[in-house]
Each structure stands twice: as structure tokens, then as C-alpha cells.
């Protein structure tokens, strides 16, 4: 499986992005899906998950304004209120769909090669 994360861009605060995750098998629907975040000297972070049932996470620091969503061989983040600390790389991570925590990196076996978001003030 290979993922394909675009969208990112230099955005003022307060605006919106959409990323975008395309998979290359017919069956992403099926798998767990993620988005994480990694700013520089930081760690890769949990943004949001869709299960391969369709239930959804997110993380309290983005709850409001950002909304993952899914279609077919996509998988989507909306952005919107953007704040400078949102400024990461986003990746986007995937994974058979099984039962445990959404929220680990680890548990990811598929992961895309990030899209830049960079926030001005």
C-alpha cells in the first residue's frame, strides 16, 4: 500500500487547508486511517483518525476545527482557523482495520511522505 499526502501549503492564520491522502489499493475504506503532525525538535503527533468502520478521533487541540473525512481511495483533513502552532509536516498512516488505540504512531504500517503546513502570524 502506498499513500500519496498533498495539500499543505503557507497559509496566514485564521485561513483554511484541505490535505488530501490518496492510497493506491481499492480497499482504503476498509483500513484504519490517520493523520499526524511533526513540527521541528518535536515529536510526530496524533491530529485524527478515521476507523475502518468510519468512527472518527481527534485531538483535543484540534477538535472544532479540524474534521477527517473519507471517500473510496482518499482520505481527507479539513483545516480551517488555523493557528501558528499548527505549522508541522503532516503525514498521513494507515493500517488494517483492527480494534486498540488510534492515537500511537506504532500501530501504523502504512505512512505517507508528508506535506508541509506552515502558519504565519
Known amino acids: 500500500v502506498q499513500l500519496q499526502a498533498s495539500g499543505g501549503g503557507l497559509v496566514q492564520a485564521g485561513d483554511s487547508l484541505r490535505l488530501s491522502c490518496t492510497a493506491s489499493?481499492?480497499?482504503?475504506?476498509?483500513?484504519?486511517k490517520a493523520w499526524f503532525r511533526q513540527a521541528p525538535g518535536k515529536e510526530r503527533e496524533f491530529v485524527a483518525a478515521v476507523s475502518g468502520i468510519g468512527t472518527t478521533y481527534s485531538d483535543d487541540s484540534v477538535k472544532g476545527r479540524f474534521t477527517i473525512s473519507r471517500d473510496k481511495n482518499m482520505m481527507f483533513l479539513q483545516m480551517n482557523s488555523l493557528k501558528p502552532e499548527d505549522t508541522a509536516v503532516y503525514y498521513c498512516a494507515a493500517r488494517p482495520y483492527r480494534s486498540g488505540t488510534v492515537y500511537n504512531t506504532r500501530g501504523y504500517i502504512y505512512w505517507g511522505q508528508g506535506t508541509q503546513v506552515t502558519v504565519s502570524s
Open positions: 489499493v481499492n480497499t482504503f475504506s476498509s483500513f484504519d
